[in-house]
């Protein structure tokens, strides 16, 4: 039983004993009181009418005049009197019913007054005896109102009373119900803090739980800024703090074989010209503050377009990737007004950047070759840095397979195929006893006679605005495919489809009208909400997970120490991207940053899946280090449905 409705019943039985016990002891005090009067009552008036009665002549009709006079005054029940020998002389004697009384009160109360008797005198003999009775329905009558009198007094009070109870106990179950919210939400990783009550009692628990909440949360935080430090020490160069080649490298090729947004957009190689020669001029510490400055320019430039990163390929070549962006030209003078204004800086030395830029611009799709794609800016690279100019930026023109030529073309085409359906092709992910966590949905669309990768169409679908209105039709094909076979199946949600509050709107009426499908649909959200949109993140986890759906972020890798602010968010699951646990094998600092990455999220309530398991011992590595799922090339589903890793 809660200590809620304790406090009720004794609440309750609190006013139900005080009423009781009031109404007992006064309608017992009353009783008695009333009970004695009467006694007295009876006795007075019977020596009263005796004494008239013994002064009278002993004749039979003076004593019966007097005696029935006295009855007709209404206030005597019975009057009766007996000669010596017992024979009655004369007898009066009214109805015993008492109006306006319920009969129950009457045999529960029944006053028991004996009636009064008095010897009348003839002379120095006796002549008779007198019995006198009084009416007293009135006593029934005035206790009974009495009675009703104080029982509402006590229903008033009781109803005063429950209505302080109520304010009290609810001032008490709202820090409580605070406090117990806190202690589940620690339960389940999340680590919030609960405002102080005034009941002092209550104030010291919500303060202890606070502190604990507070001290956990903190431990969490620091332990992700330990493993955030550990990871930029192993992907990051240590100059200018941007991805070391290698990491680079690996993203660039996870990005080119992806089936989504990744899949297009532009690759940057820019070169400073001469750099043994100015460090050799200006020294090690403003060359390497020079490039440092570049570097933050350069990632500033990623940033706008939200999954954009810079790598260091060697000492004086910087390469930028950015996702999704296709306007070569409009990129190349956004980048010279970014290099013009950084060569207008002086650093603390005093020196003013100097630095001699040259750089190539390209755009990649999702059949063209990392080899290949180098080779093309390679050539325009040299020929940028052959012009000798402060800074020469030069556009690869390569020709791309198109499927439409211009937007009108692909709005239509796209149009068309989202009327006839999005089709779902889906790849499992699975845990260390290789039972299936969930399907991860690639969607395809019928375009130019064939089904087509979202790599193909995704940046056609951001560039004409309609990716919300595909993704709502993903959705639906993702409730369709679970309530056919009973898998549960994850989609890619964009950035911009969370921002619409159309689509969210719509999202919720499907999952409330697919109840049973909804509790196995798994949404997936970029890392970049949980980096520059955490509220608008919490309050679409709010949304949807009372539909009953898991929330999870997609491809999480670039900022560690964000895991650990995720704690009241509301997401059920993290999936790190393949670029990170890449180069698992011998690397023993990276196996550290890994384990520390799946228990901070275990710490956090998160269930965390590795991408890009290549093979069996790969796979095998991942679970060993505490992630719960991974998925990846080398995860297949066997047509009899079982899953294996290749080896």
Same mark, same amino acid.
């Given at each position: ?123 120095? $003999? *006796?002549?008779?005896? %007198?019995?006198?009775?009084? +009416? &007293?329905?009135?006593?029934?009558? /005035? !206790?009974? @109102? #009495? =009675? ?76 992700? $800024? *330990?493993?955030?430090? %550990?990871?930029?020490?192993? +992907? &990051?160069?240590?100059?200018?703090? /941007? !991805?070391? @080649? #290698? =990491? ?400």
């Amino acid at each position: 039983m809660s200590l809620i409705k304790q406090l009720w019943l004794i609440i309750l039985g609190l006013l139900i004993l005080a009423f009781s016990g009031s109404l007992f002891i006064s309608v017992t005090s009353s009783h008695d009181y009333i009970e004695r009067s009467i006694r007295l009552k009876n006795a007075d008036n019977t020596n009263a009418l005796a004494l008239t009665m013994s002064q009278l002549p002993k004749d039979g009709v003076t004593l019966e005049l007097l005696a029935s006079a006295q009855f007709d005054t209404g206030h005597y029940r019975l009057i009766e009197l007996r000669d010596t020998q017992g024979a009655v002389i004369t007898r009066h004697q009214a109805e015993t019913g008492i109006e306006n009384v319920p009969k129950w009160f009457v045999e529960l109360i029944d006053f028991n007054v004996p009636p009064g008797k008095a010897k009348i005198q003839d002379g120095w $003999q *006796q002549f008779a005896t %007198l019995t006198l009775e009084g +009416q &007293h329905g009135f006593a029934y009558r /005035t !206790l009974w @109102r #009495s =009675t009703l009198a104080l029982t509402g007094w006590f229903v008033l009070a009781g109803g005063i009373s429950l209505a302080l109870a109520w304010w009290l106990v609810r001032r008490i179950r709202l820090p409580l119900r605070a406090v117990i919210d806190q202690a589940q939400n620690i339960g389940q990783r999340r680590f919030t803090t609960a405002q102080e009550p005034r009941t002092q009692e209550l104030r010291e628990l919500v303060q202890a739980m606070n502190r604990l909440s507070t001290v956990v949360g903190d431990q969490l935080g620091k332990e992700g $800024q *330990q493993l955030e430090s %550990l990871r930029r020490q192993l +992907q &990051h160069d240590a100059v200018t703090d /941007t !991805l070391q @080649r #290698s =990491t680079f490298l690996d993203r660039l090729k996870e990005h080119l074989g992806s089936q989504d947004y990744r899949a297009n957009g532009m690759l940057i190689l820019l070169r400073v010209v001469d750099l043994a020669e100015y460090n050799q001029r200006f020294g090690h510490a403003v060359t390497d503050q020079h490039l440092r400055e570049l570097a933050d320019t350069l990632t500033e430039l990623a940033a706008e377009y939200g999954n954009g990163m810079v790598g260091r390929l060697n000492g004086q070549d910087f390469a930028v990737l950015l996702p999704g962006a296709n306007d070569l030209d409009n990129m190349r003078d956004r980048l010279y007004q970014s290099l013009d204004a950084l060569s207008d800086t002086a650093g603390d030395a005093g020196v003013t950047f100097a630095l001699q830029a040259a750089g190539a611009l390209i755009s990649y799709g999702p059949d063209d070759s990392q080899p290949l794609l180098f080779s093309a800016l390679d050539n325009a690279l040299a020929d940028a840095e052959m012009r000798g100019e402060r800074t020469s930026l030069s556009v690869v023109t390569q020709h791309q397979n198109a499927l439409f030529n211009g937007q009108e073309a692909w709005r239509d085409a796209l149009q068309e195929s989202m009327s006839q359906g999005v089709q779902l092709t889906s790849r499992p992910v699975i845990d260390e006893t290789r039972q299936l966590v969930h399907m991860e949905a690639q969607p395809e669309l019928f375009l130019s006679g064939e089904w087509r990768h979202a790599g193909i169409f995704m940046p056609w679908l951001t560039r004409l605005n309609i990716t919300t209105q595909f993704e709502l039709d993903m959705v639906d094909a993702a409730l369709a495919e679970i309530a056919r076979n009973g898998l549960p199946v994850s989609i890619h949600l964009s950035t911009a489809s969370i921002y619409d509050a159309r689509f969210v709107l719509e999202l919720r009426e499907r999952l409330l009208a697919n109840q049973e499908a909804s509790r196995k649909l798994w949404l997936e959200v970029p890392e970049s909400l949980a980096t520059r949109e955490m509220d608008n993140l919490r309050s679409f986890c709010r949304a949807q997970h009372s539909r009953g759906c898991h929330i999870g972020l997609k491809h999480v890798g670039t900022d560690v120490r964000r895991i650990a602010e995720l704690r009241d968010v509301g997401l059920d699951y993290l999936k790190i991207e393949a670029g990170l646990i890449s180069h698992l094998k011998d690397n023993d600092r990276l196996k550290e940053v890994l384990r520390g990455i799946a228990s901070l999220c275990h710490s956090e309530g998160l269930l965390v899946v590795a991408e890009g398991a290549t093979d069996s011992a790969h796979a095998q590595a991942l679970f060993e280090l505490g992630f719960d799922g991974v998925a990846g090339p080398g995860v297949k589903r066997h047509p009899d449905g079982h899953h294996i890793i290749e080896d």
